[in-house]
């Protein structure tokens, strides 16, 4: 599996130098989030970085239909969390695209420390679960990492990735677009950044098992094109049980069962 080359991080969302004389290449790139495929740890308890945690059958199935609905993209790079669940998701769409599977440790989980493995029914009664649903930008779990750090060093990650990626890109080419395998969590940190929410509203943003969110960044702005488009029918969307008390899934949430599971 291959592995990104260590070379150094460029911030822009969408470098270029418009007094370099190279007009005619591409100054926008496409960004596809994907979230991972069902785990049968997805929704009730809080996965996080635990080893060993893979798709389960509705996952396997969910990153089939993902790849069929990707299919005639030529993505410059497929890059994936390093978590056996984001690999299997990632490797679906390897196979059906024909681009190998870059690893890239930014875009792992968040460690939520303790916390991890715990369901998410016991985590509610902490009190740090109100600062995680209110005040994440404030939220360090215990033994973990800070949600944060989580956002930072994600976004870095995908202004990296912009910057490489059309550094490549010939004169002339269409804009690129590359697709990367995450968590919910981090999903939702990567679009809140793209949209200039504060991380305090990220738990507003809902990323389901297998959806996709797509961000064009530009030398001006980024642009949200989808968020959460798991391609099921509307009612798919519709708020969970929990989603209506007002509380976020901690970790993204299983969603609504797929029809076609």
């Not at 995680?132 to 215990?142: E, K, L, M």
């Not at 968020?227 to 989603?243: V, Y």
């Amino acid at each position: 599996m291959a592995t990104p080359a260590d070379t150094p991080a460029d911030t822009s969302a969408a470098p270029g130098n418009p007094s370099s004389g190279a007009t005619s290449a591409p100054e926008a790139i496409t960004l596809l989030l994907v979230r991972h495929g069902l785990t049968d740890a997805t929704g009730p308890r809080l996965a996080g970085r635990a080893p060993g945690v893979h798709l389960n059958d509705a996952g396997r199935a969910q990153a089939a239909r993902l790849a069929a609905r990707l299919e005639g993209l030529a993505p410059a790079a497929l890059v994936s969390s390093p978590l056996e669940r984001c690999q299997e998701t990632a490797e679906a769409v390897a196979e059906r695209l024909g681009v190998p599977v870059t690893t890239d440790e930014r875009f792992v989980e968040c460690d939520y420390g303790s916390w991890t493995g715990r369901s998410l029914t016991e985590l509610a009664a902490e009190p740090l679960w109100r600062v995680v649903q209110d005040h994440p930008s404030a939220a360090r779990f215990p033994g973990g990492e800070a949600l944060a750090t989580t956002s930072s060093r994600a976004v870095d990650a995908v202004r990296d990735w912009n910057g490489r990626l059309l550094e490549r890109a010939a004169p002339g080419a269409a804009p690129p677009v590359y697709v990367v395998c995450g968590h919910g969590d981090v999903i939702k940190a990567i679009v809140a950044d793209a949209l200039g929410m504060h991380l305090d509203l990220f738990q507003r943003l809902r990323v389901d098992p297998c959806s996709v969110s797509s961000i064009t960044y530009t030398r001006t702005r980024p642009f949200l094109n989808k968020l959460n488009d798991t391609g099921e029918p509307l009612a798919a969307a519709l708020p969970t049980a929990s989603e209506t008390r007002g509380d976020a899934a901690v970790g993204g949430g299983a969603g609504r069962p797929s029809a076609t599971a």
